[in-house]
């Protein structure tokens, strides 16, 4: 099946920082601050969220690429967003500039890939 999705199609997904959230909680460091596959994870799902509606019935999208910097701490409490825009596709793959920020900055930026999938033949496949 031809997907067509559109360049420029964007999305903003936001949360508010709690202590599960953190580096020192995740594993991922000592710090009480929020933690880089956090904040990746809130990029993947702006990125995921922007095409969803899109998509024919059945299909969705798998994450296969992240290129991130994380370029600012941010303490618990503080609002955080990613916001993602789809801008390349080449027939199923899909690249999505992704930036994120808190209440006061930038907090991260990079580019996240993904790939379109049908639902059932993706969990057929893994069988």
Request: glycine share 8%; hydrophobic share 45%; proline share 2%.
């Amino acid at each position: 099946m031809e997907i067509a999705l559109n360049i420029g199609l964007k999305y903003k997904e936001e949360k508010t920082v709690t202590m599960n959230d953190t580096a020192r909680v995740f594993g991922s460091g000592a710090a009480e601050v929020f933690a880089t596959p956090m904040m990746i994870g809130l990029m993947e799902a702006a990125a995921m969220n922007a095409v969803k509606s899109h998509l024919p019935e059945g299909y969705s999208t798998v994450g296969i690429s992240v290129n991130i910097r994380h370029i600012s701490a941010t303490a618990v409490g503080k609002k955080v967003w990613a916001a993602a825009e789809l801008v390349e596709t080449d027939r199923k793959r899909l690249v999505f500039k992704v930036e994120a920020f808190d209440e006061d900055k930038k907090i991260g930026e990079g580019t996240h890939e993904r790939f379109v999938i049908d639902e059932q033949k993706f969990m057929n496949s893994l069988k």
